[in-house]
């Protein structure tokens, strides 16, 4: 099978889409496919490889960390790509990537899938506020709407995001395909070597969260909860891993809350090591977003070992609700510190979500959601294939 992927996004900027691509299009070359990626520029660079056309790419209004790909750069890649004679293109992302991609398409005759990451429903309004939530959400929904209908076929990360679909009026078929993990990546770190570097005691009782930092991750319900807990744990350390527009509000917050000392900004981490190592740090991951269609970081951090207090919305519920290696805790300042602290004061219960978690983040295995997509992509070109044979017959 021979795939091209589409997105508006891609390393080195790190968010969950960057990694579901590099983990499918790892997979899947693993498994015999080949796949090229079209992705933008980026103005820190990025190192040239053979399976990626990097293509020109704008600053994005009100979201620095983003870019927006020039459509006519893409389009004039399209001899290469005849020449590479794809079977199916995987659009990825909703904006320059989806236009560009079911045009492609078209032009090269091939079928369309698009993965649904983001809930923008719970997303937008954050960055357009001088509209109305009310009409944000109308706005998302006929827009998720009219993009799925356009392909013939979406991938949707977690069962919750399907239902969400189809209450849009989604009528293209839905796959629920996550993101799998490659466990592999996740047998190193060294968390007292992590503490160490950072100056962190031993003893410290260490809080994390890990993504991007931004107004739909409900960090700042977070700090609450580690106000609540600093009441019983003076020395309790929350450490916020990653970068994004509401660090700034952040970091005001913290100041106001007087948490300067319990609250640590550690920006950006580098996943093969330096990450490993802060995930290995923590006694306690803690969640609470509204908008994730996965929460592949809670998956990570079972991997390694981290037992995870987290409320369950979206796509997080099929990672929470069984409540191995999780605790689900109500977005309630006072449930989720109380979740928090039997964690830290419980070692029995601790040691015992450490083991389950691990073994929970192994049935998520990357091989095995590889495979499915390949097989969404094999039925959509023997359907196009069927399609296209000409009638036989004697008239």
């Known amino acids: 099978m021979r795939v091209l992927m589409i997105s508006d996004v891609y390393a080195p900027?790190?968010?969950?889409?960057?990694?579901?691509?590099?983990?499918?299009?790892?997979?899947?070359?693993?498994?015999?496919?080949?796949?090229?990626?079209?992705?933008?520029?980026y103005p820190a660079g990025h190192v040239a490889e053979a399976h990626i056309s990097r293509v020109p790419s704008r600053y994005v209004l009100m979201d620095p960390e983003d870019r927006l790909m020039k459509s006519g750069k893409i389009q004039a890649l399209l001899p290469q790509l005849r020449e590479l004679q794809f079977d199916v293109i995987h659009i990825q992302t909703p904006f320059a990537a989806h236009y560009a991609g079911l045009?492609?398409?078209?032009?090269?005759?091939?079928?369309?899938?698009?993965?649904?990451?983001?809930?923008?429903?719970?997303?937008?309004?954050?960055?357009v506020p001088l509209l109305p939530k009310p009409v944000t959400r109308s706005i998302?929904?006929?827009?998720?709407?009219?993009?799925?209908?356009a392909v013939d076929a979406v991938i949707a990360p977690s069962s919750a995001m399907s239902k969400v679909?189809?209450?849009?009026?989604?009528t293209t078929p839905i796959h629920i395909v996550p993101t799998g993990l490659q466990m592999a990546k996740f047998e190193a770190g060294n968390g007292a070597c992590f503490r160490a570097r950072h100056d962190i005691p031993e003893d410290r009782p260490l809080l994390l969260h890990v993504g991007r930092v931004a107004?739909?991750?409900?960090?700042?319900?977070?700090?609450g909860v580690v106000a609540r807990l600093r009441k019983e744990r003076p020395e309790i350390l929350f450490l916020i891993c990653g970068e994004g527009p509401a660090r700034a509000n952040l970091e005001q917050q913290v100041a106001s809350m007087g948490l300067g000392e319990n609250v640590m900004f550690v920006g950006y981490l580098d996943r093969e090591t330096e990450l490993l190592d802060c995930y290995r740090a923590a006694d306690v991951f803690?969640?609470?977003?509204?908008?994730?269609?996965?929460?592949?970081?809670?998956l990570e951090a079972m991997a390694l070992g981290v037992p995870v207090v987290s409320t369950a919305v979206m796509g997080t519920i099929d990672i929470v609700s069984p409540q191995r290696g999780a605790l689900e805790a109500q977005e309630d300042t006072e449930d989720f510190a109380a979740k928090v602290a039997r964690v830290l004061y419980d070692r029995a219960l601790?040691?015992?979500?450490?083991?389950?978690?691990?073994?929970?983040?192994?049935?998520?295995s990357a091989p095995a959601t590889a495979k499915r997509v390949a097989d969404i992509y094999r039925d959509l070109v023997d359907s196009k294939s069927t399609q296209l044979e000409p009638a036989t017959g004697i008239s």
């Open 350 to 364: 601790s040691v015992t979500m450490s083991a389950e978690g691990r073994t929970f983040a192994q049935t998520w």
């Open 13 to 41: 900027r790190v968010n969950g889409v960057s990694t579901s691509i590099l983990t499918f299009q790892q997979e899947l070359a693993a498994q015999g496919h080949y796949v090229h990626i079209i992705a933008p520029e």
């Open 140 to 149: 998302t929904r006929s827009f998720s709407r009219s993009q799925c209908n």
């Open 103 to 127: 045009k492609l398409a078209r032009q090269l005759g091939i079928p369309t899938v698009e993965t649904y990451h983001t809930f923008f429903e719970e997303y937008l309004y954050h960055y």
């Open 286 to 298: 803690m969640f609470a977003s509204r908008t994730e269609t996965q929460g592949l970081v809670l």
């Open 215 to 223: 107004h739909e991750k409900n960090i700042e319900f977070l700090l």
């Open 165 to 170: 679909l189809l209450q849009y009026g989604c």
